[in-house]
């Protein structure tokens, strides 16, 4: 009897972070306390999809691509929030929401093209920096967690300055010390499309070698 992958752990809690992000998105408007809090429930589970994935053998393409969507589309989602309460920044909301969602998607499905197993892994990244943020976990949590946090944190000072620490909103605070990695995470972006593209152009090469061999 074939195995039902839909119903795999590891998919189970990538469509309840659906489901807590799909809640935050209908909050994000008015509600800053219950949006927040569907919104890092959600983050917060996507470090125990990839867990159950490796323990219960249960990896699968169909996983990979649910979990890239579901930050890509959550990420994108608080994006267009903050265009909304910053109007004065929304190109560079724009060209961040491009970046994130173009380049993660062509190295995805290069990778998939190319038939490796994860678009994480080393020999998906030739890259001797991104090499290094995938391989780290440390480095990719640090990264992805500041980058949300930076968005999370210009969300939240739409509706209040937070506690003050030193004079400053804790928001505020924020939002200027992770400036830096969000800016960082978007250049990493861009560096892992470029090397994306080169792969994919190598897939094209090779195919029409073989084509033109026939």
Same mark, same amino acid.
């Given at each position: 009897?074939?195995?039902?992958?839909?119903?795999?752990?590891?998919? *189970?809690?990538?469509?309840?972070?659906?489901?807590?992000?799909?809640?935050?998105?209908?909050?994000?408007?008015?509600?800053?306390?219950?949006?927040?809090?569907?919104?890092?429930?959600?983050?917060?589970?996507?470090?125990?999809?990839?867990?159950?994935?490796?323990?219960?053998?249960?990896?699968?393409?169909?996983?990979?691509? *649910?979990?890239m969507l579901t930050d890509r589309c959550g990420t994108m989602c608080l994006l267009v929030t903050l265009s909304h309460f910053y109007p004065q920044y929304?190109?560079?909301?724009?060209?961040?929401?491009?970046?994130?969602?173009?380049?993660?998607?062509?190295? *995805?499905?290069?990778?998939? *093209?190319?038939?490796?197993?994860?678009?994480?892994?080393?020999?998906?990244?030739?890259?001797?920096?991104?090499?290094?943020?995938?391989?780290?976990?440390?480095?990719?949590?640090?990264?992805?967690?500041?980058?949300?946090?930076?968005?999370?944190?210009?969300y939240l000072l739409h509706f209040t300055e937070g506690p003050f620490i030193a004079g400053i909103g804790l928001w505020r605070m924020m939002s200027y010390?992770?400036?830096?990695?969000?800016?960082?995470?978007?250049?990493?972006?861009?560096?892992?499309?470029?090397?994306?593209?080169?792969?994919?152009?190598?897939?094209?090469?090779?195919?029409?070698?073989?084509?033109?061999?026939?």
């Amino acid at each position: 009897m074939a195995e039902n992958i839909f119903l795999f752990v590891p998919n *189970l809690i990538g469509y309840a972070r659906i489901i807590l992000a799909l809640l935050s998105f209908y909050y994000m408007p008015t509600d800053y306390i219950m949006a927040s809090s569907m919104y890092i429930l959600s983050g917060f589970l996507d470090a125990f999809d990839g867990h159950a994935a490796r323990i219960l053998n249960q990896a699968t393409k169909f996983g990979a691509m *649910l979990d890239m969507l579901t930050d890509r589309c959550g990420t994108m989602c608080l994006l267009v929030t903050l265009s909304h309460f910053y109007p004065q920044y929304m190109f560079l909301f724009q060209v961040s929401m491009t970046i994130d969602i173009s380049c993660h998607w062509l190295h *995805l499905h290069t990778t998939l *093209l190319a038939g490796r197993q994860s678009h994480k892994g080393i020999d998906s990244n030739p890259n001797p920096i991104l090499r290094i943020y995938y391989s780290s976990r440390t480095v990719l949590f640090l990264m992805c967690a500041g980058n949300e946090l930076f968005y999370s944190s210009l969300y939240l000072l739409h509706f209040t300055e937070g506690p003050f620490i030193a004079g400053i909103g804790l928001w505020r605070m924020m939002s200027y010390v992770l400036l830096p990695v969000g800016v960082l995470k978007s250049i990493l972006a861009l560096m892992q499309g470029y090397n994306a593209a080169l792969s994919l152009g190598e897939i094209d090469v090779q195919e029409r070698q073989g084509q033109k061999a026939k």
